[in-house]
T-cell receptor
Framework: GESVGLHLPTLSVQEGDNSIINCAYS??????FIWYKQESGKGPQFIID?????DKRQGQRVTVLLNKTVKHLSLQIAATQPGDSAVYFC???????????FGQGTRLTINP | NAGVMQNPRHLVRRRGQEARLRCSPM?????VYWYRQLPEEGLKFMVY????????ESGMPKERFSAEFPKEGPSILRIQQVVRGDSAAYFC????????????????FGQGTRLTVV
């Protein structure tokens, strides 16, 4: 069946270091991916998205990489800050479907 | 422009009672999506509605759960005869008509309703 999963449930990094959060997906029909950030007690917040015709997309301090060959997605956060502490979810979508399929999530903790 | 508004933020119900969760979409948004999140898990799609229409309810449990989005007023997710397994955070998202990847529109999420069944 469909699944979007994450390799690591928790990740701790030092403030100022770069973070890499990984995600695997199994539905080869997926052609659109989104990373969300969810802080405690809040709803998911859009970070960055990427379509399957791209392999890299950059935002402010964040980069998403897509490897369709191995069905792998990653989120890179540069120079992490305390405010980056949250749970990060990848979500996938395929054309024609109005719903998102979310992964389990990775909890990112920033150490001072 | 207020975001997606959900209420109540926290709801406690005894087993067998009914739970009603409300979602007011962002101004100008006519499409609503409901997701459920169990502790330490990702969000799971439940239902997608437009005004007065259910478009996709493939994620809704077959019994006890229903959703509506009337012409006037908020979208309602209704859970009858709640059980402990219904305890979760329920999130609503809204988008312009409809969520369009090509146009890079964004579905915005509310802060959720945390349902606890005791």
């Amino acid at each position: 069946g469909e699944s979007v999963g994450l390799h690591l449930p928790t990740l701790s990094v030092q403030e100022g270091d770069n973070s890499i959060i990984n995600c695997a997906y199994s539905n080869s029909a997926s052609d659109y991916f989104i990373w969300y950030k969810q802080e405690s007690g809040k709803g998911p917040q859009f970070i960055i998205d990427i379509r399957s015709n791209m392999d890299k997309r950059q935002g402010q301090r964040v980069t998403v990489l897509l490897n369709k060959t191995v069905k792998h997605l990653s989120l890179q956060i540069a120079a992490t800050q305390p405010g980056d502490s949250a749970v990060y979810f990848c979500a996938e979508n395929r054309e024609g479907a109005q719903k998102l399929v979310f992964g389990q999530g990775t909890r990112l903790t920033i150490n001072p | 422009n207020a975001g997606v508004m959900q209420n109540p933020r926290h709801l406690v119900r005894r087993r067998g009672q009914e739970a009603r969760l409300r979602c007011s979409p962002m101004k100008g948004h006519s499409h609503v999506y409901w997701y459920r999140q169990l502790p330490e898990e990702g969000l799971k799609f439940m239902v997608y509605l437009q005004k007065e229409n259910i478009i996709d309810e493939s994620g809704m449990p077959k019994e006890r759960f229903s959703a509506e989005f009337p012409k006037e007023g908020p979208s309602i997710l209704r859970i009858q005869q709640v059980v402990r397994g219904d305890s979760a955070a329920y999130f609503c998202a809204s988008s312009p008509p409809p969520w369009d990847r090509v146009m890079n529109t964004e579905a915005f999420f509310g802060q959720g309703t945390r349902l606890t069944v005791v």
